[in-house]
């Protein structure tokens, strides 16, 4: 009879133990603010660049643009803000005045804005219509405005910052709640300057105030996270590519605004802002920008140069994957809208993100877990790693900082990602994980990762099979607190073919898996099941643009790869080269190879400096439309042109100017430099010089490229 009531009472004390409030976890080191978890709640959105510098087919405007030439002529801020939801995109950042300095609403500041332009009678508000339609689509809208203004004559002085910082209140108080206020890093330089066209430098640092000006923007939109390379609230990742580091902390401590400073050797990524600080200072998650195409404002000659679906949905994985931000830079073209291609790719996106993430197999299955915080599985059970809420969550006793989970299936699952999430509420906890799934009666590891955070999405190479998979918490600084886990299958794909084309002008097409086949295109048409199959490389001397899918026999294909070439360059020479450094001889700008370089690095004499140029004969006349520029693609910046000038000849005696301008921004955004002529050319011999560069050091060129007129 004792042992009974020795039973029951044991019994009502466990229970008792029960109905306790388990305590929660106490915070971990530095936690994010209210406006920062609603960021992180956002993590995708958009950047609109749409500005006088679109109409002239420019990256950076000078500041010069007579406000006449802003006349889209169908704009439809719908169109936009519907293609970026359809993305799956949360919020609208738009670019209420770039470098150029023109303003997109009737702001009292300056006279360069749109009432002075042609589009609605000077009437219009673009900043007023994009505002509208985010609110009717239910996004939100944050505003860019740049620092630096190349068209106001009092750039550099003090009567500027308040000139910037009234046109910032306009902003902040005359267009509704704002979730970010975004500050460009560029400042400063060559502009127009109300017509004094002359460099002007600035101490950024300093100059612009900004304590002052941050002090403003909480007091007017306490709500808006303030972007800016070294935050206050977000950081720049780094880099224009749109990925964050396969580690990278929310946790950051800055420790300067300039690049160049900081280790990596002319490296152009800001290698300490990918990942952050484990121990950093203040919570200051990263945003990775990229733009849609190969630049951030309209060119038609990047109508060919969209992200595909599935390089938007990798980039995705990439970024808000690894615990930050995407913010995805979409141009209007001179309509006014998105092009066709751009609208495709967007949507394309959104539906890739929703059919992969649409079945959570960790519901179908049971899971067991290593231990739980007091016992309480009401409050920090499993139940909370598979609801939609990110701040419930599974938590440990203090005392357990490596624990795992087991998901169990009754019948075999395959897939390919696993999302896992903190609740950040609490801190960024876990330092490590470990995935591992049971083949042949054994654990087997398929992937680790750092840094968990917001959201870590572990995309494996390739498919796995199994009736159990395991998450292990290798390493983590406090309790573990996970508020979610799930197991995706992501839509089988077939991996799009890779074109490449020879010195000699042949093509060739590869792709990383084996397929049924592949079908092409060179007319500019899209290809389809019935186009041209690809049996054997083929010449393309005249150049065109190469379009091309993989198809099996079910129907299935793969993204669209696309590749521009201008005239094959075999027969070309070089005639002239005013100085070639080391194993760097001016014909590796046309070896049909993006990997080497002409480069003019002088170890014995460090100051020879732009300009360089070469000459070259492309053996026989035609007549040019455009040429291109690839700066170099090592990951260095040193060399990397963004001043040119651009000779033709028939003789390699008499040249004419026929190109000269900028590349801009191209430090940040290395990509391939497309420059037409105002008018064809006819000429056998054209002279590249590069007149200034980004490092204030040598120059260095990939490649240089000749588009023809076409004979087709």
């Known amino acids: 009879m004792k042992i009974y009531f020795t039973i029951i009472i044991l019994f009502v004390a466990w229970n008792a133990s ?25 993590a995708f959105y958009a950047i609109v660049h749409l500005t006088p510098t679109t109409f002239q087919d420019k990256e950076w405007g000078y500041g010069e643009a007579d406000p006449s030439i802003f006349n ?18 949360k919020g609208l950042v738009l670019v209420c005045k770039h470098h150029d300095g023109f303003c997109l609403w009737p702001t009292k500041t300056t006279s360069y804005n749109i009432s002075k332009s042609p589009w609605k009678d000077g009437k219009g508000d673009m900043v007023r219509e994009f505002r509208n339609a985010c609110d009717k689509a239910g996004l939100k809208f944050g505003v860019y405005i740049s620092p630096w203004d190349r068209h106001s004559a009092e750039y550099g002085n003090p009567k500027y910052v308040e000139i910037y910082r009234e046109q910032l209140r306009e902003l902040y108080t005359n267009y509704g709640n704002l979730f970010m206020s975004w500050h460009d890093g560029a400042n400063g330089g060559d502009g127009y300057y109300g017509g004094a066209n002359e460099i002007r430098q600035i101490d950024r ?6 304590d002052k000006l941050w002090k403003m923007t909480r007091e007017l939109q306490s709500g808006a996270c303030i972007f800016s390379d070294i935050g206050w609230d977000v950081r720049w990742v780094g880099n224009e590519a749109g990925f964050a580091g396969e580690t990278c902390w929310a946790r950051f401590t800055p420790k300067g605004r300039e690049i160049e400073s900081l280790p990596g050797n002319g490296i152009s990524r800001y290698w300490e802002a990918e990942e952050g600080h484990r121990d950093g200072k203040y919570w200051m998650p990263a945003e990775c920008d ?28 990439k970024s808000i994957g690894r615990g930050q931000g995407l913010d995805l830079g979409l141009s209007p073209d001179l309509r006014g809208l998105l092009h066709d291609n751009d609208v495709a790719a967007l949507k394309g996106m959104g539906e890739l993100i929703e059919k992969t993430f649409a079945v959570n197999l960790a ?35 203090d005392s357990v900082t490596t624990p795992h989970l087991i998901l169990e299936m009754k019948n075999s699952i395959s897939f390919n990602i696993i999302k896992i999430r903190e609740n950040i509420k609490l801190g960024q906890r876990i330092d490590q994980i470990g995935i591992d799934v049971w083949v042949n009666s054994a654990w087997h590891e398929v992937a680790t990762a750092t840094s968990i955070g917001a959201l870590r999405i572990i995309r494996l190479p390739d498919y796995k099979t199994t009736t159990k998979l395991r998450l292990r918490v290798v390493r983590s600084a406090a309790a573990p607190c996970i508020s979610e886990f799930g197991v995706y299958a992501e839509p089988v794909r077939l991996t799009p073919p890779a074109i490449s084309r020879s010195i000699d002008g042949v093509i060739q097409m590869t792709t990383q898996s084996p397929v049924p086949f592949v079908c092409y295109t060179i007319d500019g048409t899209d290809p389809s099941i019935n186009s041209t199959r690809y049996q054997q490389p083929f010449e393309l001397k005249s150049g065109g643009v190469i379009k091309a899918r993989s198809f099996d026999h079910k129907g299935n294909q793969s993204d669209q790869s696309t590749k521009e070439y201008g005239i094959y360059k075999k027969e070309w020479k070089l005639i002239f080269c005013s100085f070639a450094g080391k194993d760097g001889e001016g014909s590796k700008a046309f070896d049909e190879n993006p990997m080497t370089i002409w480069h003019s690095f002088d170890p014995d004499n460090l100051k020879r400096n732009t300009p360089q140029e070469i000459a070259v004969d492309m053996g026989h006349e035609s007549i040019i439309e455009s040429f291109t520029y690839l700066p170099r693609q090592d990951g260095k910046t040193e060399g990397i042109i963004d001043q040119y000038e651009f000779f033709l000849s028939c003789d390699a005696k008499s040249w004419e100017k026929v190109a000269a301008g900028e ?19 006819n000429a056998r011999y054209f002279k590249f010089r590069g007149v200034r560069n980004v490092s204030n050091s040598y120059i260095s060129t990939a490649e240089i490229g000749i588009k023809v007129k076409s004979e087709r």
């Open 663 to 681: 590349f801009a921004n191209i430090k940040s955004n290395p990509v391939e430099q497309i420059i037409g002529l105002t008018i064809p050319v």
């Open 18 to 42: 029960l109905c306790k409030d388990v305590p929660a976890p106490k915070p971990f080191g530095v936690l994010p603010s209210e406006r920062q978890l609603a960021w992180h709640e956002t």
């Open 363 to 397: 519901r179908t299955g049971n899971i067991s877990l290593s231990n739980i915080r007091g016992r309480d599985n009401r409050h920090f059970g499993m139940k909370n790693l598979l609801d939609t809420d990110r701040y419930s969550y599974w938590a440990t006793d």
């Open 72 to 89: 889209p002529s169908a704009f439809d801020a719908n169109q936009i803000v519907e293609s970026t939801k359809a993305a799956g995109m």
């Open 290 to 317: 990229v733009p849609l195409r190969s630049g951030w404002f309209y060119h038609k000659s990047s109508d060919n140069q969209v992200k595909t679906p599935y390089q938007l949905f990798d980039l995705y994985c």
């Open 205 to 210: 640092t300093s100059y612009y105030g900004w």
